[in-house]
């Protein structure tokens, strides 16, 4: 179990070649969701029992208004070509993406668990899971470049992100990073998205009324490049990478699968306690994973 103290990793004993490696695995699982050309967040491309789809935080649905009624014409793009580095100097961009109108997209909780996600969310329930269509060529497309982090192995998952003291990093693209060129026609057109995996300086887990949470201050070898705010991060994966006895330090990262240990829902920004804190292993794992099992059943029932 990943102590209730903070615990803290010095980055600069860490190679950069490793913490290269480590965002470029880290983001074969991960996509920006931008709705109508307007960014709404982040999400991980995840498979559960061969459903398809995209684990994120409950509010960037809910707060970004989704609508996926008949008459909807909202469009969601997922951009696929990423260039990413630990220190934030590259531009993820949309020049290769997937245009899936949100009409055809389902997800749950179907709707939503409280009202205010801001002043009385602090604690969640803050996670949702994006259902893509089995129709239509979006999926191959999406992995045609991309992963889908397999979630089927749920018991296995949990506890080596339980256990596993490995580096502990969170994939994201910080609102201030967006480069959007200007509004045409009431829509914003972005021209590039700068993302990067924030390793954790410092970490908290603990468990509060039937979910765990991890709690993180984000670090990078370079401070400066942190941005001001993680406002825009929400969705993004907490990912651990264990540490094995049996690969050499210079490749362990290439070898080992990341494990999904959170997804990011909350930015502290008191200035005496700044952190990033998302839903731990159990509450994917346990909690969250058995009540979408039963929303798949339910579906099936439904069916004709």
Same mark, same amino acid.
């Given at each position: /179990?990943?102590?209730?103290?903070?615990?803290?990793?010095?980055?600069?004993?860490?190679?950069?070649?490793?913490?290269?490696?480590?965002?470029? $695995?880290?983001?074969? %699982?991960?996509?920006? *969701?931008?709705?109508? !050309?307007?960014?709404?967040?982040?999400g991980v491309l995840a498979r559960v029992d061969g459903v398809s789809g995209i684990l994120?935080?409950?509010?960037?649905?809910? =707060?970004?208004?989704?609508?996926?009624?008949?008459?909807?014409?909202?469009?969601?793009?997922?951009?696929?070509?990423?260039?990413?580095?630990?220190?934030?100097?590259?531009t993820t961009t949309a020049t290769d993406s997937v245009r899936i109108p949100i009409k055809?997209?389902?997800?749950?909780?179907?709707?939503?668990?409280? !009202?205010? %996600?801001?002043?009385?969310?602090?604690?969640?329930?803050? @996670?949702?899971?994006?259902?893509?269509?089995?129709?239509?060529?979006?999926?191959?497309?999406?992995?045609? =470049? =991309?992963?889908?982090?397999?979630? $089927? +192995?749920?018991?296995?998952? +949990?506890?080596?992100?339980?256990?596993?003291?490995?580096? @502990?990093?969170?994939?994201?693209?910080?609102?201030?990073?967006? !480069? /959007?060129?200007?509004?045409?026609?009431?829509?914003?057109?972005?021209?590039?998205?700068?993302?990067?995996?924030? *390793?954790?300086?410092?970490?908290?887990? %603990?468990?509060?009324?039937?979910?765990? #949470?991890?709690?993180?201050?984000?670090?990078?070898? +370079?401070?400066?490049?942190?941005?001001?705010?993680?406002?825009?991060?929400?969705?993004?994966?907490?990912?651990?990478?264990?540490?094995? =006895?049996?690969?050499?330090a210079d490749s362990w990262v290439q070898e080992s699968r990341p494990i999904l240990a959170?997804?990011?829902?909350?930015?502290?920004?008191?200035? !005496?306690?700044? #952190?990033?804190?998302?839903?731990?292993?159990?509450?994917? %794992?346990? $909690?969250?994973?058995?009540?979408?099992?039963?929303?798949?059943?339910?579906?099936?029932?439904?069916?004709?």
């Open positions: /179990m990943l102590p209730l103290e903070l615990v803290h990793s010095t980055l600069s004993k860490v190679p950069a070649g490793i913490l290269n490696a480590l965002a470029f $695995t880290v983001h074969n %699982y991960w996509v920006p *969701l931008i709705v109508d !050309d307007v960014p709404r967040g982040t994120t935080a409950e509010h960037v649905i809910y =707060k970004s208004g989704f609508d996926n009624s008949v008459q909807s014409t909202q469009i969601l793009t997922l951009p696929l070509t990423q260039y990413a580095v630990t220190a934030p100097r590259e055809h997209l389902r997800w749950y909780p179907e709707n939503r668990s409280r !009202d205010d %996600y801001d002043g009385q969310g602090e604690y969640g329930p803050d @996670l949702a899971l994006i259902q893509l269509p089995e129709a239509g060529s979006w999926i191959e497309t999406i992995e045609s =470049k =991309k992963l889908f982090y397999n979630l $089927t +192995m749920g018991a296995e998952r +949990m506890e080596q992100a339980l256990t596993d003291n490995g580096l @502990l990093g969170v994939v994201g693209a910080p609102q201030r990073w967006i !480069d /959007m060129r200007g509004k045409v026609e009431g829509t914003e057109l972005i021209r590039g998205i700068r993302s990067a995996v924030f *390793l954790a300086g410092n970490q908290r887990y %603990y468990e509060k009324d039937g979910f765990d #949470f991890l709690e993180v201050i984000p670090d990078t070898p +370079m401070p400066q490049d942190l941005p001001p705010s993680f406002r825009g991060v929400s969705g993004g994966g907490f990912f651990r990478f264990p540490r094995t =006895k049996e690969i050499p959170g997804i990011l829902y909350w930015e502290s920004i008191r200035e !005496d306690s700044a #952190f990033l804190r998302g839903h731990g292993p159990r509450s994917i %794992y346990v $909690t969250f994973l058995g009540r979408l099992r039963e929303w798949f059943r339910a579906q099936t029932r439904a069916l004709p």
